[in-house]
């Protein structure tokens, strides 16, 4: 194995995506990868363990360099081995000497004899292991540490497609050739929320849930048969493709993506095989379909993870498509309006409906994490799921008043509850109404002073919002939730694509602020390759992580850089900057990078580089960074956590958390200081500058910069509108001498009383 492999890490996706697509069944897809991955890290050998949790087993899946018959055979419990040793430590394992391990398993089958050095790493989706990633060497060696670096790479940059196949190559192997019968006054009824929001309508059901059993025996020739088989197959891959615009010209192709395994699907040829194998037998298309599919659903509810199991829902959408091209279909959905009832909406569904037509949804299946449930609350259609049983008493045309709130549904509403929900629509729209007036007004206080407003985005679709909410250009871009919805690290032309569709919908006299890669262990996608941390929030997270494996990072500056070249509008900011040298070595990275493009003959700009100050100790220290730096930003989300030692996400502790606390705010006004002496623009980012309690205490302690989720922008202008500078001065000196953050609140409502909110 050399350092640096000749195909680097993060190339290896594309060629494992190709293998993928070009491969005709799982088993032979698994086998390319590690005769792949071998010859690129120049190995005399590499092999992939499956891990069954269920049985609590490793199995040889794939293998290059052993005995290719012992695929399958091979089998060991995750306490033998030195490949157990890899899952039970999750982290690298390697040995220069394998057979001299105490841990070591002989598996002479195999023909290992050969070999002497291993090394593998643990591969992980969803934040559990579902196998190991092994190489070997004939020669006796001891791994480096860029040997092993270049290998957990592989492992993060291929964990989610080797898992999807492993799951496929299960299917496949499980799924039986068993025919399985299918199954054939005013109320209040508790259910789950799954979309916020308030709906009242009539009741739009779509009946036909499941299909009728198809006829089984064709009356046509198998060449018939088989050429219906193939135009189904590609009028749902066209279909599927359509609904990933159509889906990302709504919201982005962040949700997009779910369709992705979708596609899948449709190219794994053992499914494709199996149905050929019935139509071969003398079965008609739409029945071969319908047979497999069940085959298919049957192995997935053998399976634990409900994570994998959810895959059930994309398969049954791609065969209920399927079926329907062959005129085997279901209620159009395209066609409801009111409130849609339904025991289960496919993605493929909820992706045709019309927003304007459907005030809300109801259902019986699908919780918070289906893809279901994202998709509704991307559309910002209401959602509830109740039990089938109280679904099964809905009718057609049945008055329904939904709260997506709360979970509640009111099936035959009396005028009373009617009008209690009339009240809350009519109120959040007066209100509403009422906030319209300030989208386009500066943000100012009620004696003039100027108080720009920013925007927090996280998905290509929330910059639209920009202009309804009157934002004044974005603060802060997450770019990380870009990368979560990937299965793989994005290349350079693929981020910069998505970055200028970005830039091309902000005006370019507004700044937009990209915030670079900012991962943890408590927030990663399963390709990233995270360990588990006892404490994420405190570990290798962030640009700690970026700057010891700064390969992502260069490629995510790199494609920001080409996007800025039509806009000048661009600035980058750095999370959780602690020390002053973690912030040279990214400014020096930039440089870097602009220096490589330029000797590649393109004509970049230079980008305004910042530092976002959530960490106390660069609090402490930002006298000594304001020099080095052309913008900074307050992170108030975590600078509050870590100042009061203060979990959010944990329900025993939430209470105690609260940025309107007095040390939070005299860090707040030390930052504000030192960057007023240095003539630095700085922004505060966070819940706290949407608090109708806190914008006013900024404010005061001298902050003129605010990003915020859009829709609160309206609230925040009314609320300093208000208020004079004078007024929020006296305000924020005497909450620096309170010792509580209820304290400080009273204090606040008591001066000039409190905000009105946006309905719940």
Not at 411 to 437: A, D, I, T
Request: with cysteine; proline share 5%; net charge negative.
């Amino acid at each position: 194995m050399t350092t640096p492999a000749p195909l680097a890490p993060t190339d290896l996706f594309a060629e494992v995506s190709h293998i993928i697509t070009s491969s005709h069944n799982a088993d032979e897809t698994l086998s390319r990868i590690v005769r792949m991955i071998a010859e690129q890290t120049q190995v005399d050998g590499c092999s992939i363990y499956g891990y069954l949790s269920k049985e609590d087993l490793l199995v040889l899946k794939a293998t290059h360099g052993l005995n290719q018959e012992t695929v399958g055979q091979v089998r060991m419990h995750s306490s033998e081995g030195l490949v157990g040793l890899v899952l039970e430590q999750m982290q690298p394992v390697h040995v220069a000497q394998m057979q001299s391990h105490l841990r070591f398993k002989p598996f002479p089958q195999t023909n290992e004899d050969s070999l002497s050095s291993l090394l593998g790493v643990p591969l992980i989706e969803h934040r559990q292991p579902f196998g190991v990633l092994v190489v070997h060497t004939i020669e006796s060696r001891d791994f480096s540490e860029d040997e092993i670096s270049v290998l957990t790479t592989i492992a993060s940059q291929i964990s989610s497609l080797v898992s999807k196949t492993l799951l496929i190559q299960q299917l496949d192997k499980t799924a039986v050739h068993t025919a399985v019968p299918v199954q054939r006054g005013s109320q209040r009824i508790s259910g789950n929320s799954v979309a916020s929001g308030v709906a009242t309508g009539r009741a739009a059901v779509m009946q036909q849930t499941t299909l009728e059993e198809p006829t089984r025996l064709s009356e046509r020739t198998p060449e018939d048969e088989l050429a219906d088989l193939q135009a189904a197959l590609d009028h749902v891959t066209e279909d599927t493709l359509k609904l990933v615009d159509k889906i990302s010209g709504y919201v982005g192709p962040d949700e997009a993506a779910i369709f992705h395994v979708h596609l899948m699907f449709l190219e794994d040829h053992t499914f494709q095989e199996k149905i050929q194998q019935h139509i071969e037998e003398g079965a008609t298309v739409a029945w071969a379909i319908y047979e497999t599919i069940e085959e298919y659903l049957i192995a997935f509810e053998e399976i634990d993870d409900p994570y994998l199991r959810e895959k059930g829902t994309d398969l049954k959408d791609v065969g209920y498509r399927l079926l329907n091209y062959l005129g085997h279909g279901r209620s159009v959905v395209t066609e409801k309006a009111g409130i849609l009832v339904a025991r289960q909406l496919l993605p493929g569904d909820i992706a045709r409906l019309n927003p304007d037509c459907i005030q809300g949804i109801l259902t019986s299946s699908g919780g918070v994490v289906s893809h279901t449930a994202i998709l509704a609350r991307s559309l910002l259609v209401p959602a509830v799921c109740i039990s089938e049983d109280e679904l099964a008493t809905i009718h057609e045309g049945d008055e329904i008043a939904l709260d997506g709130d709360v979970g509640l549904v009111v099936l035959h509403p009396s005028e009373e509850v009617l009008g209690e929900f009339s009240r809350r629509l009519e109120q959040e729209r007066l209100y509403r109404k009422h906030l319209e007036s300030y989208r386009e007004l500066p943000c100012q206080t009620q004696d003039g002073e100027r108080i720009g407003i920013y925007a927090n985005v996280a998905m290509e679709g929330d910059v639209l919002q920009l202009e309804h909410y009157g934002a004044e250009g974005v603060g802060l871009y997450r770019t990380e939730i870009y990368f979560l919805s990937l299965d793989r690290y994005p290349q350079v032309e693929e981020q910069e694509k998505t970055y200028s569709r970005i830039l091309s919908r902000v005006p370019k006299d507004q700044r937009m602020i990209f915030r670079t890669l900012d991962i943890g262990a408590d927030k990663a996608a399963p390709y990233m390759g995270f360990q588990q941390e006892e404490n994420p929030f405190l570990g290798f997270r962030a640009l700690r992580r970026q700057l010891r494996q700064p390969e992502v990072l260069k490629k995510q500056i790199k494609a920001l850089f080409l996007a800025a070249r039509t806009h000048d509008n661009v600035q980058l900011l750095f999370p959780m900057v602690m020390e002053l040298d973690e912030f040279r070595k990214a400014k020096k990275l930039v440089e870097k990078c602009r220096n490589e493009l330029e000797l590649q003959g393109l004509d970049v700009p230079k980008l305004p580089v910042g530092a976002m100050f959530e960490v106390p100790a660069a609090v402490m220290l930002c006298d000594h960074f304001m020099p080095e730096l052309d913008f900074c930003s307050i992170g108030s989300n975590d600078l509050t956590q870590y100042v009061l030692a203060v979990d959010r996400n944990n329900p025993q502790t939430s209470n105690l958390y609260d940025p309107l606390h007095p040390s939070v705010l005299q860090l707040i006004r030390r930052l504000a200081d030192s960057a007023k002496r240095h003539d630095k623009p700085l922004e505060l980012c966070g819940e706290m500058a949407s608090d109708p309690d806190g914008c006013v205490v900024l404010v005061g302690l001298g902050i003129r910069l605010l990003s915020m989720n859009p829709p609160l922008i309206p609230v925040v202008k009314e609320r300093l509108s208000q208020v004079t500078l004078e007024q929020a001065q006296k305000i924020a000196k005497r909450a620096l001498e309170m010792h509580s953050a209820g304290e400080v609140r009273r204090h606040i409502r008591r001066t000039i009383g409190t905000a009105r909110k946006l309905p719940a």
